[in-house]
């Protein structure tokens, strides 16, 4: 079926132009996970003398999934030994980054490239040139309060280091995905037979944690440009 990459966070995000209820929408992707996996269930159903164990663990998947999910989510700020709360900061960095319209893929990313007592240190207008979200959350007004937090929490991890958590959530954050502009971009050009940016783009998306020269010379961590916030497909895309 359709697909799409999400730039800005937002959980309504439908990149489906015949989703019109919203059903395939970001943040209704575990449901759907799990209504597909009821589906393939019974399908199968005829294969197994019996099913109970098959409806034992489709039982247990939210469970699952959402320790999965919490798991995954404070390794990309950078957590260690997940705590009770530390879902709340999460919570609250992705509030403001959806209320700011902020990207999800660099908002994480930038904020593994800056030390910490730099960022409690600067204004949003004087980060590296080349940060464009992470500066973006910085103008929500609970940011401090964020930062606040977030650095508490940090400094509570024994033994640990600024540049450790850097490298850890360099580690699990992309610099590069395969963004809806850059698919379209290269195949329009292999639609005339020039597959060098299809090259580049397989080139680059082996290594996505990876500073590259040749990305960043294509631009491939900057700003998406206008044009493809109109970018939508469908199920013949």
């Known amino acids: 079926g359709p697909f799409g990459f999400l730039d800005r966070y937002d959980p309504g995000f439908v990149p489906n132009t015949s989703d019109d209820e919203g059903r395939y929408q970001f943040g209704k992707q575990p449901e759907v996970a799990l209504f597909n996996l009821n589906r393939l269930s019974e399908a199968m159903a005829t294969l197994f003398n019996d099913t109970r164990e098959a409806r034992r663990e489709l039982g247990l998947f939210g469970k699952k999934f959402q320790q999965r999910y919490e798991g995954l989510m404070v390794r990309k700020i950078g957590l260690l030994h997940q705590k009770p709360a530390d879902m709340q900061l999460v919570d609250d960095l992705l509030q403001m980054m959806q209320t700011m319209f902020a990207d999800f893929t660099m908002t994480f990313r930038e904020l593994s490239e800056i030390s910490l007592s730099r960022l ?58 395969l963004r809806n502009y850059m698919a379209e971009t290269a195949i329009q050009k292999a639609n005339q037979d020039d597959f060098t940016e299809v090259r ?20 491939y961590a900057a700003t998406p440009p206008t044009w493809s916030r109109r970018l939508r497909v469908s199920c013949s895309s």
Do not use: C
């Open 120 to 177: 409690s240190n600067l204004q949003s207008d004087h980060l590296p040139s080349d940060f464009w979200s992470l500066p973006v959350v910085m103008e929500h007004d609970d940011w401090p309060e964020w930062l606040e937090r977030y650095s508490s929490r940090l400094a509570r991890q024994d033994g640990d280091t600024d540049l450790n958590r850097r490298k850890r959530m360099q580690a699990v954050n992309p610099r590069y995905i």
């Open 200 to 219: 580049q783009l397989l080139q680059v998306l082996r290594k996505p944690f990876k500073r590259q020269q040749n990305a960043e010379l294509a631009n």
